[in-house]
């Protein structure tokens, strides 16, 4: 049934409780808008918006619980040009809104760490380039070293320990410090390394 805005303004005023004293007309026009204009509208709204598990009806009941306490409560202001049933709406999207929140799943710390930041594309994109132009220079300054300083940070890159590099390039493990030492105060030299 199609309602004239007059209709609904007069019975939006009835609603409201700094217009009508009288708690039982407020009620039957909570009824009469309930029935003839609210339900239908907002139901219609929150199924074709609702993507959560939460059932249609109970944002419905939802939304309107929160509309009439808001009302009582004297935190309606009526705008003109704007109906009643738009600010139901309103509040049947903050509904929906925090139910796609609560059917979020919860990420533990562990994740957190491990994962990636959530970072933009642009700053994501950004610490890539960064990091590959940085990889590049420090290439550029290891081929710049002798050749035993060279392969001793090579294989500190790789998280081998001092002993294994010594093992593996038949040297001391003194001398395997002093390398790494030496070879990381040059690469420092030439502005590689911060």
Known sequence: MMVLPDTDE???KRLLP????DPADRAHAWSEWHARLGSPSVLKFIRTANNTAEPDEDILQDALLTAYLEVERGRYEQRA??????????????????????SRRWVTLDEVVLAPAAESVPRALE???ETREEQRALRRGLDQLPAQRRQVL?????GETPTEIARQLAISEAL?????????????????LG
Request: aromatic residues 6%; positive net charge.
């Open 10 to 12: 007069a019975l939006v």
């Open 18 to 21: 700094s217009l009508n004293p």
């Open 176 to 192: 395997v410090r002093q390398h790494k030492h030496r070879g990381l105060r040059r690469l420092q030299e030439m502005s590689l």
């Open 81 to 102: 040009g704007i109906p009643f049933t738009a600010y139901v709406k309103g509040i049947a999207r903050n509904k929906i809104r925090e139910a796609r929140r609560r």
């Open 127 to 129: 610490h890539t380039l």
């Open 154 to 158: 090579q294989h500190y890159l790789r």
